[in-house]
């Protein structure tokens, strides 16, 4: 399976953007849709995910699964694991919380979102995340819980790209190890 990447400069969602435009993407690959700032940026429940610009990775992953899927309401908690794997191949020491959200310290550093279309013999299926990157400590305290960066737990700045291959790569491992066919 390969991606591919899209990389927007601002819009609403990255969400909303692969919903609107899923017709272009290629149905045998797995479309990375990444945006330089969100401002609508979301989480689940509809909860605001705060997207300054140029700072984090905000992304979402467009795919396309047969029916029937067993693992589909998995798929949100797979990128969770994705992210603190990578992580911690950092040397942070990142932790779950249940069922989508990625620690640090307990203060939240990621979010995944996982949404469905529905068709008679497969789903589309538009995973997103949040990654708060190189986000200062001003923008961290506008969120409305405890929250942190990489940058704030390490001091030092981070290859947003960079992470963003290491993710697609982990993901790719991990939904070999779940039996997830794509």
Not at 47 to 57: D, E, F, H
Not at 90 to 96: G, K, V, Y
Request: glycine letters at 4%.
């Amino acid at each position: 399976m390969r991606f591919d990447t899209l990389y927007l400069d601002t819009i609403d969602s990255t969400q909303n953007y692969a919903k609107t435009h899923i017709v272009l993407f290629d149905a045998s690959a797995i479309t990375c849709i990444v945006a330089e700032e969100q401002t609508n940026g979301r989480g689940q429940f509809q909860r605001k995910w705060t997207s300054p610009r140029g700072v984090n990775l905000y992304a979402t992953l467009v795919f396309r699964l047969p029916l029937p899927c067993p693992q589909l309401n998995t798929l949100a908690i797979v990128m969770a694991k994705t992210i603190k794997t990578v992580l911690q191949k950092e040397n942070i020491p990142a932790t779950l919380k249940w069922p989508n959200d990625v620690q640090i310290h307990n203060k939240k550093v990621a979010g995944a979102l996982c949404e469905t279309i529905f068709h008679p013999t497969f789903i589309d299926i538009f995973l997103g995340f949040g990654l708060n990157v190189n986000m200062e400590q001003e923008d961290l305290t506008k969120i409305d819980q405890p929250a942190t960066s990489l940058k704030e737990e390490t001091g030092k700045i981070w290859d947003k790209n960079a992470l963003l291959e290491k993710i697609q790569a982990e993901f790719l491992l991990q939904i070999t190890q779940e039996e997830i066919r794509i």
